[in-house]
């Protein structure tokens, strides 16, 4: 047991003091003494100053034991009883202190408890006239979050930074099936409260999206929409239709703020194959028709050596070859628009063309660092396009330009022209041959080192529309021309009916609106702002460096202030040695339950993703943090996140205490321990132990983690190596 460092400093105060006095007192009676006598008694005690000082021990040890007596009862007991009270005032509810000590401090334990007892009572009495003032309210509640939890479309709502606040069960169900790992721990997916929506979006993607909803705001929309489709990591295609999230009183000087963004999404991979293999179909079928015209053709041919006269002869022959020609053409035409049509069914969006052009002008001048011009520019134009796509491959030609032939300034021009309307990049002094053309027009797009499958030949078909080179030799210019759709001046239709709908309780949380990616370091946010992972592991034995390996990993997280319970990780992993008997008896976890399990290669780098952009959390974290780290060679997974140790903290805040097990503290803070030497069920109580602890630390002066992890290397556990 650790001895606090004042008894021994007392035990060794008295001890000197002791030999002072004893040193004094000879000095005094050796000065009355004549030299003769001093001589003989000199000679007398020295053969006996051993018993003297085994005596002046003997006695030492015993005022030590009684001041270790003295110092538990009326020093350590008086302590412990604050951090109790400390306990108390932040627990939800009071539990028995059991408290050790004087019979006064005894009883000011039960006096403490009976206070807290009718805290609790009052709260229970506030919160019940509180829930019988709201529950109209709650009942309103309830309905929306039923309405959200059976929808048939999945509903996620993000802060700017991409950061996911509420979600429903079908987009929970969803976001599971894109993710690339699906088959491995089960309740693992893309989505989860204060993760990013980029793990499925391109940020490009949702940034274009977004500069599409302010505009249209700035122009007075009241609540606009726009939608997109993409394809997920796993190759599913969706389609995405997104509204602002704006605040709740408008300011006339702030008209395109908005907090955030609501998605809608449609997985419409299966109805885009049904729909493509229909048109495939269609078009053998006209291929297999135009094949039956042919031999038709070739027979009637034939007739040419009847016995009908010359002239008749001819003319049947004209007349039949003349329908032929024209169902030809018909069937022709009808191949060419279904074949057209599977490259082309894509969602268009009604968008101001100045936007478009205004989109491009900035988008190649960041890209390119080239001047951008605009010309001859139709302030009234409205397009139907997919804008990102359009928007890609008008920077990818300019691009193109810029490196092989090092333009030097870029126009753009649009206006109507009949039914289409005709965008050009033109440029000055350079020409370009039909081949290298043809090749821009059929390579992929690439962008640096990022590339899409896409060609600029895919994009101008999604659109229906056309594109092509050519030259003004009388300007000496040149441009890419491209005829694209025109619609209507009039807004999308407004989604506010349906966006307009509640949340899914437990899947929601609207304080992260508050969160910005200019946020500072993690080691200067407050504790209570962070997100954590809280994790523990099942192992083969308790010796890491001797072979022991991991066989289970449970985590937890926390956002905001809240374990989000429905959000976990837990998952059996195969070692490649056997597990210890002894182990077994404590997490009861057999070689049979982990055969045919993942091994920890696979496991780790999904566990890596759940717990990204966190703060690690364990208890007795060196143990589980050890165990990792011996890992990282063979799985090439590093783990860079901050960690921080429950059994420190505890150390920290009640250094008074005799027990900083995970059972003893959940005691303390009147926790159900449930799943014990379970991984997950080791995390949970871990996580609600740290809730706890973060409003007592905060009460020491100790708010940001940089401070935590400060106070925790200090603490007498922080020793312990594996």
């Not at 990013?196 to 274009?208: K, M, N, P, T, W």
Request: glycine share 6%; aromatic share 8%; with cysteine.
């Amino acid at each position: 047991m650790k001895i606090d460092r004042r008894l021994i400093l007392a035990i060794g105060v008295i001890g000197l003091a002791t030999v002072v006095w004893l040193l004094l007192t000879i000095g005094l009676i050796a000065s009355t003494l004549a030299p003769e006598q001093r001589a003989l008694v000199a000679a007398q005690l020295a053969p006996r100053l051993v018993l003297i000082g085994m005596t002046w021990l003997f006695g030492l040890l015993l005022i030590g034991a009684t001041l270790r007596w003295l110092f538990r009862r009326y020093v350590s007991a008086p302590a412990r009883l604050l951090e109790q009270t400390k306990v108390l005032l932040a627990a939800p509810q009071a539990a028995p202190m059991n408290h050790q000590g004087t019979t006064e401090t005894q009883a000011l334990s039960e006096a403490i408890f009976e206070l807290a007892t009718q805290r609790d009572a009052l709260r229970a009495d506030v919160a019940e006239q509180i829930a019988q003032a709201s529950f109209s309210v709650q009942q309103e509640k309830n309905r929306l979050a039923a309405l959200m939890a059976e929808l048939t479309q999945s509903v996620v709502v993000c802060n700017l930074d991409g950061r996911i606040l509420l979600y429903n069960n079908k987009a929970r169900l969803q976001f599971r099936q894109f993710s690339q790992a699906s088959g491995l721990a089960d309740s693992v997916g893309l989505i989860g409260i204060g993760r990013s929506i980029y793990a499925v979006f391109d940020r490009q993607l949702v940034a274009h999206a977004l500069e599409n909803i302010r505009r249209r705001l700035v122009r007075g929309a009241a609540s606009p929409s726009t939608q997109f489709v993409t394809t997920t990591p796993s190759g599913q295609l969706l389609r995405v239709q997104m509204a602002p999230v704006r605040p709740g009183e408008a300011d006339a000087r702030n008209v395109d703020a908005f907090s955030g963004f609501v998605l809608m999404l449609d997985d419409v991979t299966r109805n885009f194959e049904q729909e493509s293999l229909r048109d495939q179909l269609l078009h053998g079928l006209t291929e297999g028709s135009r094949s039956s015209l042919a031999n038709m053709q070739a027979a009637l041919e034939m007739l040419a050596y009847s016995d009908l006269e010359p002239a008749m002869h001819d003319r049947f022959m004209g007349v039949l070859r003349e329908e032929l020609v024209a169902m030809s053409a018909r069937v022709t035409d009808l191949v060419k628009h279904s074949t057209q049509g599977i490259k082309t069914r894509w969602p268009l969006e009604e968008m101001l063309g100045a936007d478009l052009v205004t989109a491009a002008q900035r988008q190649i001048e960041n890209y390119c660092q080239r001047p951008v011009t605009l010309d001859s520019l139709d302030q009234g134009l409205w397009l139907k396009v997919e804008s990102f796509t359009l928007l890609q491959a008008l920077t990818y030609l300019a691009s193109r330009l810029v490196d092989e032939f090092e333009v030097k300034f870029l126009q753009l021009r649009l206006q109507a022209v009949g039914e289409r309307a005709q965008l050009d990049l033109v440029w000055t002094g350079h020409a370009m041959s039909t081949e290298t053309v043809m090749t821009w027009e059929m390579d992929a797009m690439r962008f640096g080192a990022e590339s899409t499958p896409l060609t600029v030949r895919d994009v101008v078909q999604r659109h229906g529309g056309e594109m092509w080179f050519e030259r003004e030799r009388i300007r000496h210019e040149a441009f890419f021309r491209f005829l694209l759709p025109l619609a209507s001046a009039q807004e999308q239709l407004e989604a506010t009916q349906i966006l307009h709908s509640g949340s899914r309780p437990e899947f929601y949380d609207f304080d992260l609106f508050q969160m910005t990616a200019q946020d500072s370091a993690l080691d200067d946010r407050l504790l209570s702002a962070l997100s954590y992972t809280v994790f523990d592991t099942e192992t083969t034995g308790l010796n890491p460096s001797e072979g022991d390996e991991i066989i289970q990993i449970g985590a937890a997280r926390i956002v905001n202030g809240r374990l989000l319970r429905q959000e976990y990780f837990e998952q059996l992993v195969a070692p490649t040695c056997l597990i210890k008997s002894a182990s077994i008896l404590i997490h009861g976890i057999t070689q049979d339950m982990v055969r045919g399990k993942p091994p920890i290669e696979a496991v780790l780098p999904s566990f890596h993703a759940f717990a990204q952009d966190t703060v690690l959390v364990a208890h007795n974290a060196a143990f589980d943090m050890k165990f990792l780290q011996l890992q990282e060679a063979r799985s090439g997974v590093v783990f860079h996140q901050p960690v921080l140790d429950t059994l420190l903290l505890s150390a920290v805040l009640h250094p008074n205490q005799e027990s900083h097990r995970l059972e003893a503290i959940a005691e303390r803070f009147n926790l159900t321990v449930l799943g014990r030497h379970t991984a997950l069920g080791d995390a949970m109580v871990t996580a609600q132990v740290l809730l706890r602890l973060i409003p007592l630390l905060g009460g020491m002066g100790i708010y940001t983690l940089r401070q935590a992890r400060e106070a925790t290397q200090k603490t007498y556990y922080a020793r312990l190596k594996y």
